[in-house]
């Protein structure tokens, strides 16, 4: 391999020194590499921020939805107890009345269907409940 002579006139020239000008494009290469670093940090800290908020704000909208679900379901609830409570009391006018005018066979009759109707009910009930569990 044939030397060269460089024109190189820095006091380090030819002492097994690199030339400036490749230890000026290193250290403008680490400048460079440590920028880009820095910024990548940036990302990831920002990827990590939006993260965390976008987790946030699903945790508070899950509370609202059960929040919501959980005053639906007191509603619903409220509503049954009225409608129950309502069909007791017409049942029981119906059998005063009945009572009153004296056909007690009648009250044995409805309420003999009465009972195959509410149990109709109840194991209608108890198989949605069931299917909806996914036990089917």
């Known amino acids: 391999m044939a030397h060269t002579k460089r024109n190189d006139t820095s006091p380090q020239a030819g002492k097994g020194y690199p030339p400036a000008e490749i230890v000026e494009q290193v250290l403008s290469n680490q400048t460079l590499e440590l920028k880009l670093r820095s910024e990548e940090l940036q990302l990831r800290r920002k990827a990590g921020d939006n ?3 976008i987790s946030e704000a699903a945790i508070a909208a899950r509370l609202e939805d059960n929040e919501k679900q959980r005053q639906h379901i007191e509603r619903k609830s409220k509503i049954y107890l009225l409608a129950a409570s309502f069909f007791l009391v017409v049942l029981l006018v119906f059998a005063a009345v009945v009572i009153a005018m004296g056909n007690a066979e009648l009250i044995k009759d409805v309420s ?5 109707f509410l149990s109709g009910f109840a194991s209608g009930i108890g198989l949605n409940i069931f299917k909806k569990n996914g036990k089917d």
């Not at 003999?112 to 195959?116: A, D, G, P, R, S």
């Open 51 to 53: 993260n965390r908020s």
């Open 112 to 116: 003999e269907k009465l009972v195959l």
